[in-house]
């Protein structure tokens, strides 16, 4: 798959995953926060809780599919950049944080599988 078509792809995941979260009553504080270490791709609160949320898509489900492509090492970098986030945006540092990961599995065009994993793994 040519690179641009893959850029859209994960923007489209991340607009449904936005949507999806949106309509569970999640209010969106950033997307695409970018640091020197890395990128956020949606943060939201829920209630009282910030929540930094990873979405992952894949096309093909072969080798674990989007929720199987969350290693130790990416999640090392989400947790890095959470906290420069905490750092630089000081009025939700007192504010309790969780990790979650929306996978997205399908061809574009097709019938999705969205899996919400909330709480997906501690900082």
């Not at 943060?43 to 930094?52: A, K, R, S, Y």
Request: hydrophobic share 40%; proline share 2%; net charge positive.
């Amino acid at each position: 798959m040519p690179q641009g078509s893959r850029q859209q792809s994960g923007q489209d995941a991340e607009a449904q995953a936005l949507r999806h979260l949106e309509q569970q009553g999640l209010r969106l504080l950033a997307r695409n926060w970018l640091c020197k270490r890395g990128e956020l791709d949606l943060v939201m609160l829920d209630g009282d809780t910030v929540v930094f949320v990873e979405v992952r898509y894949r096309q093909h489900t072969q080798w674990g599919g989007a929720l199987g492509s969350i290693d130790a090492r990416k999640r090392q970098k989400l947790i890095l950049a959470a906290q420069l986030f905490l750092q630089r945006e000081s009025r939700w540092s007192s504010y309790p944080c969780r990790f979650d990961v929306v996978a997205i599995d399908g061809a574009p065009g097709t019938t999705t599988h969205l899996n919400w994993l909330r709480n997906a793994f501690d900082s």
